[in-house]
């Protein structure tokens, strides 16, 4: 459904096929106009937005291996309050954290 929205994709409009006129099928001429591509700012930006996202690693080893190593330390105190607040958050928006 996003793709009927005027330039969301980038994609500019493609050459028309212009055919002329014949007396049959055999001697009909055809000839297709110049495909232009037209990328718009926006799917630029978007481009330039997923290619940084890329480089960011899934997972952050520095910090997992840090709480790794409070935990098994027993250091590890976690702030409550904020746990329960999006807790109640998740729960009321239905979302997952």
Do not use: H
């Amino acid at each position: 459904m996003i793709e009927k929205i005027n330039n969301v994709t980038g994609v500019g409009g493609v050459g028309a096929l212009k055919q002329k006129r014949g007396s049959g099928w055999d001697t009909e001429e055809f000839s297709v106009a110049a495909d232009d591509l037209e990328v718009s700012p926006f799917a630029r930006e978007m481009a330039n937005i997923s290619a940084e996202l890329n480089r960011i690693p899934d997972v952050r080893e520095d910090l997992v291996s840090d709480l790794r190593k409070r935990v098994a330390e027993g250091t590890y105190e976690p702030d409550l309050n904020a746990l329960a607040s999006r807790l109640i958050w998740a729960g009321i928006n239905k979302t997952e954290l």
